[in-house]
């Protein structure tokens, strides 16, 4: 009479489990964009983002951008986030990942308000603090946090709320 023990052990004998063990890795690379037209554009001041992010002024939906610049301050990566009427969704992670993979030595981050209000929301401010905390943990700065819209701009640098 076979037992349940004694067909547990032919069946290790007959079909033996695997011994294989897996390896993981996971590798980055930097691929330049043949086509991308704002390379090495340089961010010397709220002037120059104003003018490369003049299109936000007209959106009806809220956008976040994000500028990752190089030691120089020059242009090597964008990220767009599009929202709603009145918020963007914006992960602190992923910004800190493209900062890492686009080697970014500092951000500078640019939202609208369609509504026309330039002032900073309470959760303008705080994201403003969680980014900011984030990036120094990688030592990424965060140079501004610009919000436009049809009646102007606002600096959270120019306002001293960036210290």
């Known amino acids: 009479m076979i037992t349940n023990q004694n067909e547990k052990a032919i069946q290790k004998e007959l079909f033996p ?14 691929v330049k ?26 959106s009806d939906i809220e956008k976040m951008i ?21 918020s963007a969704v914006v992960y602190p ?25 330039n002032k900073p929301s309470d959760h303008d401010i705080h994201l403003t603090d969680t980014i900011r905390k984030a990036m120094k943990l990688i030592d990424v700065l965060v140079h501004d946090h610009v919000i436009v819209s049809e009646t102007g701009f606002f600096s959270m640098r120019e306002e001293g709320m960036l210290s």
């Open 33 to 58: 964009e043949p086509d991308f037209p704002y390379l090495k554009s340089q961010m010397s001041g709220t002037k120059d983002v104003l003018n490369f992010v003049r299109t936000l002024e007209d």
């Open 93 to 117: 992670r992923e910004i800190v990942k493209n900062a890492i993979l686009s080697q970014a030595s500092a951000i500078i981050m640019v939202h609208n308000h369609p509504s026309g209000h």
């Open 66 to 86: 994000v500028l990752y610049l190089n030691a120089q301050n020059e242009l090597i990566c964008i990220s767009i986030t599009p929202g709603s009427i009145n």
């Open 17 to 30: 489990k695997p011994s294989i063990k897996y390896a993981y890795r996971l590798e980055t690379r930097k």
